[in-house]
């Protein structure tokens, strides 16, 4: 045992002043039992290392695997290297095997008998790419807004956020369907909206959701949905995403969760007039507070600024 633990240390201190001053003195200085000082002295051969807690596992136990068990299973695993723990006890059994699956499993790992699990390739995330400047791709997705903050229980209603990578400065929409159709009148709008601050969009990237791409539709996949048609009159680039990797969409999912904070968990919606209205005013408050990427500034001063240095 390489480690010291603290208790080897009060047991080395504890016969050290036993040594010194007796067992007594010591029993009643440290309020131990002189039983437990005479037998870590009798272990004890100066070294801090003897005093150290000896294992309790016993070396045997009676309903332990017999020779002949053990033997059996040997046999029957070096026939049948490839057979599963189930397979191979249904064997063992049918030849007077009388233990449990579980019995089996330990006794096999034990012996390393079991087939070594493949290797797991590490996932190595690709660096990091910035954007270096406005308009050069925008995160699109879908946010459904949770039902506890519907007042009509027959109303569904959906957000649509756009977040361009480089400002951070988003676009929200209001929605009560999430379509093909809705996500190109979105895209219409966002990019608008965006021209308006002086930005032109370049790419979007998005997830493999049917409101966006039929990329999985086993009858549509050579098909053009009305997003992409639409981002493709615009002249913007489609992006799609991994499979399954929505934190290659990070930073609209992220602003989704805050969205779920700041504005879901204390809101509620009548219609979806309503839900647009309380959506532009939580966008004008998102858009206006500080990012630390944006070193503390909001997305609206910091395009500000980006325009200001560019024309200067």
Same mark, same amino acid.
């Given at each position: 045992?390489?480690?010291?633990?603290?208790?080897?240390?009060?047991?080395?201190?504890?016969?050290?002043?036993?040594?010194?001053?007796?067992?007594?003195?010591?029993?009643?200085?440290?309020?131990?039992?002189?039983?437990?000082?005479?037998?870590?002295?009798?272990?004890?051969?100066?070294?801090?290392?003897?005093?150290?807690?000896?294992?309790?596992?016993?070396? *045997?136990?009676?309903?332990?695997?017999?020779?002949?068990?053990?033997?059996?299973?040997?046999?029957?695993?070096?026939? #049948?290297?490839?057979?599963?723990?189930?397979?191979?006890?249904?064997?063992?059994?049918?030849?007077?095997?009388?233990?449990?699956?579980?019995?089996?499993?330990?006794?096999?790992?034990?012996?390393?008998?079991?087939?070594?699990?493949?290797?797991?390739?590490?996932?190595?995330?690709?660096?990091?790419?910035?954007? *270096?400047?406005?308009?050069?791709?925008?995160?699109?997705?879908?946010?459904?807004?949770?039902?506890?903050?519907?007042?009509?229980?027959?109303?569904?209603?959906?957000?649509?956020?756009?977040?361009?990578?480089?400002?951070?400065?988003?676009?929200?929409?209001?929605?009560?369907?999430?379509?093909?159709?809705?996500?190109?009148?979105?895209?219409?709008?966002?990019?608008?909206?965006?021209?308006?601050?002086?930005?032109?969009?370049?790419?979007?990237?998005?997830?493999?959701?049917?409101?966006?791409?039929?990329?999985?539709?086993?009858?549509?996949?050579?098909?053009?949905?009305?997003?992409?048609?639409?981002?493709?009159?615009?002249?913007?680039?489609?992006?799609?995403?991994?499979?399954?990797?929505?934190?290659?969409?990070?930073?609209?999912?992220?602003?989704?969760?805050?969205?779920?904070?700041?504005?879901?968990?204390?809101?509620?919606?009548?219609?979806?007039?309503?839900?647009?209205?309380?959506?532009?005013?939580?966008?004008?408050?998102? #858009?206006?507070?500080?990012?630390?990427?944006?070193?503390?500034?909001?997305?609206?001063?910091?395009?500000?600024?980006?325009?200001?240095?560019?024309?200067?």
């Amino acid at each position: 045992m390489n480690s010291i633990t603290q208790d080897m240390k009060y047991r080395q201190s504890l016969l050290c002043y036993a040594q010194k001053y007796g067992v007594s003195r010591a029993s009643r200085k440290y309020n131990v039992h002189r039983s437990y000082i005479y037998r870590w002295r009798a272990r004890w051969d100066g070294t801090v290392q003897s005093l150290a807690c000896m294992s309790r596992r016993p070396h *045997s136990h009676p309903n332990a695997h017999t020779p002949e068990e053990i033997d059996m299973i040997l046999r029957y695993r070096r026939r #049948n290297p490839t057979l599963g723990l189930i397979e191979l006890w249904a064997r063992l059994t049918k030849n007077g095997y009388t233990r449990r699956p579980e019995s089996l499993y330990r006794v096999l790992r034990r012996l390393g008998e079991m087939p070594k699990e493949k290797a797991v390739r590490k996932y190595v995330p690709k660096p990091y790419e910035s954007m *270096s400047h406005p308009g050069e791709r925008i995160q699109i997705d879908v946010k459904v807004v949770p039902r506890k903050c519907i007042t009509d229980p027959e109303l569904r209603l959906y957000q649509y956020t756009a977040i361009d990578e480089f400002s951070r400065l988003r676009f929200l929409g209001a929605y009560n369907e999430q379509s093909t159709f809705s996500s190109a009148d979105f895209l219409k709008k966002a990019v608008a909206w965006y021209a308006w601050h002086g930005i032109k969009v370049e790419c979007v990237q998005t997830d493999n959701g049917f409101e966006f791409t039929n990329r999985f539709s086993t009858s549509k996949r050579n098909k053009l949905t009305k997003f992409e048609d639409a981002a493709a009159r615009l002249g913007i680039r489609h992006k799609l995403i991994r499979p399954y990797t929505p934190r290659h969409n990070g930073k609209v999912e992220r602003s989704h969760r805050e969205d779920q904070k700041r504005f879901y968990n204390t809101h509620s919606f009548f219609s979806l007039a309503d839900f647009g209205e309380q959506l532009a005013a939580h966008q004008y408050y998102a #858009n206006s507070l500080p990012s630390r990427p944006l070193g503390w500034l909001s997305p609206r001063s910091f395009l500000r600024n980006y325009f200001t240095v560019l024309f200067v």
